[in-house]
């Protein structure tokens, strides 16, 4: 049973850093495509990043390009989502998610069918 885990988030001022954790259990690492999507109250859940398998082309959305990097683990079956320069707009509950039957995934949540349960992290002052 593939099992997602995050970990990292919480509250942090406009300006700051936040490292969250993804660890993965119940499938090979490099077997799965991960991604780091994003909901705010409101709002649709939105891709933030996306990895293929094995991590060997990893995208960033637009809306985060240059804050966000994404990178994995894979001793560690983790994939982790450095933030920086956060602003309030970034507040939102992070999730992470894997496709096993697609190499690269797609930008939409609907095709991803295995989540984790989302971190909380807000942006205020």
């Known amino acids: 049973q593939v099992q997602l885990v995050e970990s990292g988030g919480g509250s942090v001022q406009p300006g700051g850093s936040l490292r969250l954790s993804c660890v993965i259990s119940?499938?090979?690492?490099?077997?799965?495509?991960m991604a780091w999507f994003r909901q705010a109250p409101g709002k649709d859940r939105e891709i933030v990043a996306r990895?293929?398998?094995?991590?060997?082309?990893?995208q960033t959305a637009d809306s985060v390009g240059g804050r966000f990097t994404m990178s994995t683990d894979n001793a560690k079956n983790t994939v982790y989502l450095e933030m920086n320069r956060l602003t309030p707009e970034d507040t939102a509950v992070y999730y992470c998610?894997?496709?096993?039957?697609?190499?690269?995934?797609?930008?939409?949540?609907?095709?991803?069918?295995?989540w984790g349960r989302g971190t909380q992290v807000t942006v205020s002052t």
């Open positions: 998610a894997a496709d096993l039957q697609h190499a690269h995934g797609t930008p939409f949540p609907q095709d991803w069918p295995h």
């Open positions: 119940g499938v090979t690492f490099s077997h799965v495509a």
């Open positions: 990895g293929s398998r094995g991590a060997y082309s990893i």
